[in-house]
């Protein structure tokens, strides 16, 4: 086994640590500096909002988290896996077996159901909860033989929320998940995410332009040029004795 999977991580609250990293994207002699040296812990069941005008290194963040990217230089690990080290091979399982991507195109399967969709992710799953339980978990428990024409934006979103959480990751990582969709919509999709992390502990990163949807995070991480310019802590949304701060 790689020896990602053999480092323990000191603090068992820690989620994620992540330490100087850094992100070039290079094309010829252009070099275009999307993270510079971020440094930061997310905990064990938190719901971390990260705000930032685009172009600011959110996304490239998240991915690195995902394990979709690699960073240029720097630690990113995840519990006892150390993803900077990991190779493609193991890149894969950890995504299949510990994260949940939901973007802001939903990706439905247009000729499949509502059940049809999330039951893509469950077949193939060791932990899967049923389509149905995970439709239930958004609100959509009534919409389930629906094909995605016949839903609206805002329940496309939570069909895809459903897929995301049905093989009941770890982590959920919500790229502007309400980026096509008015603000109340945006507000009951962002309802089912905070649903998720309260009712599952699910450790959740959400990128959104919504100054308002901050409320609904633990902390919001705020980007700008690549790095994180401040932290917040929301006082209200602190889960008693889970998080330490």
Not at 106 to 134: D, F
Not at 198 to 219: C, F, K, P, Q, W
Request: proline share 5%.
């Amino acid at each position: 086994m790689h020896a990602a999977f053999l480092q323990r991580d000191p603090d068992p609250a820690v989620a994620f640590h992540v330490h100087g990293l850094t992100k070039i994207y290079r094309s010829g002699s252009v070099e275009v500096h999307a993270l510079r040296g971020i440094d930061l812990d997310i905990y064990q069941g938190e719901m971390l909002v990260l705000l930032g005008p685009s172009g600011s290194g959110k996304s490239t963040f998240l991915n690195i988290l995902g394990g979709v990217d690699r960073p240029t230089a720097g630690e990113a690990r995840f519990r006892d896996h150390e993803l900077t080290r990991m190779s493609e091979r193991e890149l894969t399982r950890y995504r299949r077996e510990h994260v949940g991507f939901v973007f802001q195109f939903y990706n439905l399967i247009p000729s499949l159901t509502a059940r049809e969709n999330v039951a893509l992710v469950t077949e193939i799953a060791s932990r899967a909860m049923a389509p149905a339980e995970a439709l239930a978990l958004v609100g959509l428990a009534d919409r389930a033989d629906h094909f995605p024409a016949e839903l609206s934006g805002g329940e496309q979103q939570r069909v895809a929320i459903a897929r995301a959480i049905a093989k009941r990751p770890e982590i959920l990582l919500c790229d502007e998940p309400t980026g096509a969709l008015d603000s109340p919509t945006g507000v009951i999709v962002l309802q089912a995410i905070e649903r998720i992390n309260a009712e599952l502990g699910t450790t959740s990163v959400v990128i959104t332009h919504n100054v308002v949807i901050a409320d609904m995070g633990h902390r919001v991480a705020s980007f700008a040029n690549g790095r994180i310019a401040q932290v917040v802590v929301n006082p209200h949304r602190q889960p008693a004795g889970s998080l330490r701060w």
